[in-house]
């Protein structure tokens, strides 16, 4: 890599296609990773892969990427069509981090339309659910997905911030979530006949992923609106609403993102860890970078290394009360593990990558209170359980 200020071109094996990383010497690239961008890159119909400085290794192709192509390709958006980060204003008199994760709903226990149908969350649907998808409506799902209640730490841009109707001390609602088994159902349904391979017919694959990103901003807002209500506050519109992982029509190609968020003049939440501010950021960039900047700090461990290496260096209970003074809840003791803060990159180091190679400003930090990733898996959280089991409806 020739500077911290200039990305990385790679030739690939594809006379067209060229790799570009937007990372400097110092970060924490994998040799796989790259491998895959230049797998993606030798397919047939590529024209350019750009790795962001959270690029990392996935399953068939490279998270943290985005990819340009004269064919779609399927894969390379993956099963989890739609995810992206919602962030939410709050209006609370206080935030005291153990009092609100006491009080925070089940966000495992999806919404039914019959046996829920008075629950008051239902105001944020506007119309029919895309795709009449019901399954797990109003849940956040597993991996590195979550909800988080968040302080404005450190106002990095005042102008853009007062736009955004921010300043220090302020709280929001980050959601972190995806289309909960609608878009798995897509990618299966292609590479069970068509594999790796692109799509035959790019117009019908489209309808069915357009209707997995709208469900996926849809589902970010139930499960705001669960939250607001169960924490004594009003819903509100998210102030930054993007999607991560879906494929564009641009410039008479296919541009796909695959936990890459849209950067061209869009306002991004780039988020860290569970121990460390997240950063919201003003993208602003171009076609060497196809548009995209990064999602998110990035793993530098496998689950498998996360949860091994953690259980020898951290206890449950300091996974739950992160030094930030903010807690965690989560019942899952193996997913508490394997999303220790130490399995991600360093999300000071990305940020300044994204500023560096021009694709970024900041313009304020989340600081977060109290992040929930599964529900509190305590005696009375499972009698609870039991008893919306025993309350019938459909689920």
Same mark, same amino acid.
């Given at each position: 890599?020739?500077?911290?200020?200039?990305?990385?071109?790679?030739?690939?094996?594809?006379?067209?296609a060229t790799v570009t990383v937007f990372a400097s010497p110092t970060s924490w690239i994998e040799s796989e990773a790259l491998a895959q961008c230049h797998q993606v890159a030798a397919l047939d119909g590529m024209i350019h892969v750009a790795g962001m400085?959270?690029?990392?290794?996935?399953?068939?192709?490279?998270?943290?990427?985005?990819?340009?192509?004269?064919?779609?390709?399927?894969?390379?958006?993956?099963?989890?069509?739609?995810?992206?980060?919602?962030?939410?204003?709050?209006?609370?008199?206080?935030?005291?981090?153990?009092?609100?994760?006491?009080?925070?709903?089940?966000?495992?226990?999806?919404?039914?339309?019959?046996?829920?149908?008075?629950?008051?969350?239902?105001?944020?649907?506007?119309?029919?659910?895309?795709?009449?998808?019901?399954?797990?409506?109003?849940?956040?799902?597993?991996?590195?997905?979550?909800?988080?209640?968040?302080?404005?730490?450190?106002?990095?841009?005042?102008?853009?911030?007062?736009?955004?109707?921010?300043? =220090?001390?302020?709280?929001?609602?980050?959601? !972190? @979530?995806?289309?909960? +088994?609608? *878009?798995?159902?897509?990618? #299966? %349904?292609?590479?069970?006949?068509?594999?790796?391979?692109?799509?035959?017919?790019?117009?019908?694959?489209?309808?069915?992923?357009?209707?997995?990103?709208?469900?996926?901003?849809?589902?970010?807002?139930?499960?705001?609106?669960?939250?607001?209500?169960?924490?004594?506050?009003?819903?509100?519109?998210?102030?930054?609403?993007?999607?991560?992982?879906?494929?564009?029509?641009?410039?008479?190609?296919?541009?796909?993102?695959?936990?890459?968020?849209?950067?061209?003049?869009?306002?991004?939440?780039?988020?860290?860890?569970?121990?460390?501010?997240?950063?919201?950021?003003? =993208?602003?960039?171009?076609?060497?970078?196809? !548009? @995209?900047?990064?999602? +998110?700090? *990035?793993?530098?461990?496998? #689950? %498998?290394?996360?949860?091994?290496?953690?259980?020898?260096?951290?206890?449950?209970?300091?996974?739950?009360?992160?030094?930030?003074?903010?807690?965690?809840?989560?019942?899952?003791?193996?997913?508490?593990?394997?999303?220790?803060?130490?399995?991600?990159?360093?999300?000071?180091?990305?940020?300044?990558?994204?500023?560096?190679?021009?694709?970024?400003?900041?313009?304020?930090?989340?600081?977060?209170?109290?992040?929930?990733?599964?529900?509190?898996?305590?005696?009375?959280?499972?009698?609870?359980?039991?008893?919306?089991?025993?309350?019938?409806?459909?689920?």
């Amino acid at each position: 890599m020739s500077s911290p200020h200039s990305p990385s071109e790679f030739r690939s094996p594809s006379p067209a296609a060229t790799v570009t990383v937007f990372a400097s010497p110092t970060s924490w690239i994998e040799s796989e990773a790259l491998a895959q961008c230049h797998q993606v890159a030798a397919l047939d119909g590529m024209i350019h892969v750009a790795g962001m400085p959270d690029l990392h290794p996935g399953k068939g192709a490279p998270i943290g990427a985005a990819m340009t192509s004269r064919l779609l390709y399927p894969l390379l958006v993956g099963s989890d069509i739609g995810c992206g980060i919602a962030v939410f204003p709050v209006r609370l008199r206080r935030a005291v981090p153990e009092r609100l994760a006491a009080r925070f709903p089940d966000l495992d226990r999806p919404l039914d339309p019959e046996r829920d149908a008075a629950d008051p969350s239902w105001t944020v649907v506007a119309g029919d659910v895309p795709a009449g998808h019901v399954d797990g409506l109003g849940t956040v799902g597993r991996g590195n997905h979550f909800v988080e209640l968040a302080r404005i730490g450190a106002v990095l841009d005042p102008d853009h911030a007062s736009r955004l109707g921010l300043d =220090a001390g302020d709280l929001v609602l980050v959601v !972190h @979530s995806g289309s909960r +088994g609608l *878009g798995e159902r897509i990618l #299966r %349904a292609h590479t069970e006949v068509h594999g790796a391979g692109p799509a035959p017919d790019p117009a019908a694959y489209l309808e069915l992923h357009d209707a997995a990103v709208r469900w996926g901003s849809l589902n970010r807002r139930l499960l705001a609106a669960r939250v607001a209500h169960a924490l004594g506050f009003a819903p509100t519109e998210p102030i930054v609403d993007q999607c991560h992982n879906l494929v564009e029509v641009r410039d008479g190609g296919y541009l796909h993102r695959k936990g890459a968020a849209p950067g061209d003049g869009r306002d991004v939440l780039v988020a860290g860890t569970r121990g460390t501010p997240s950063y919201l950021v003003a =993208a602003h960039a171009g076609p060497d970078a196809n !548009h @995209s900047v990064a999602h +998110g700090a *990035g793993r530098k461990m496998s #689950r %498998a290394d996360a949860l091994r290496r953690g259980r020898a260096k951290h206890t449950v209970e300091e996974l739950r009360r992160t030094p930030m003074g903010s807690v965690v809840v989560c019942g899952d003791r193996q997913l508490l593990f394997e999303e220790a803060p130490s399995a991600y990159k360093r999300i000071e180091h990305v940020i300044t990558d994204l500023v560096d190679h021009g694709l970024a400003t900041p313009v304020a930090t989340t600081v977060p209170l109290v992040t929930y990733k599964t529900p509190d898996a305590g005696p009375a959280h499972r009698a609870d359980r039991r008893a919306g089991r025993r309350g019938g409806g459909r689920r």
